[in-house]
């Protein structure tokens, strides 16, 4: 379950010593606290994803700006990563030949 449907479902979250932080939401026409707080985050790309340490200063940084960012704890990321590699893994892979068919006709 990624951590926005677990915060839609109200479903309690263990505790974990890091919080992986994924900025979703761009940061233009934001206030300059929202952006400087995402500065000191080091979040400056979209769907980019840092991992810092879950201190009560960085809880109330994302408190600010949790309607910019999803926040996961590690085992969630860690799914998350394992559910993105399995999905590329599915297909087999795709061999494309140039080399020209050979055909025998002597005439």
């Known amino acids: 379950m990624n951590a926005f449907k677990a915060f839609k479902a ?3 979250i263990a505790w ?7 900025l979703v939401r761009g940061i233009p026409g934001t206030r300059r606290l ?7 985050l080091r979040l400056h790309k979209c ?3 840092v991992m810092r340490w879950n201190t009560p200063t960085v809880r109330g940084m994302l408190q600010q700006v949790k309607r910019l960012v999803v926040i996961e704890t590690e085992e969630m990321y ?3 990563k394992q559910n993105e590699a399995n999905h590329q893994a599915l297909g087999a892979p ?9 055909t025998s006709n002597s005439s």
Do not use: C, D, F, G
């Open 94 to 102: 795709l061999v494309v030949n140039h080399s020209p068919a050979y």
């Open 10 to 12: 109200q479903v309690p």
């Open 78 to 80: 860690k799914a998350r």
């Open 47 to 49: 769907n980019r994803t």
């Open 34 to 40: 929202h952006r400087r707080t995402l500065e000191a």
């Open 16 to 22: 974990s010593p890091n919080l992986y932080i994924t």
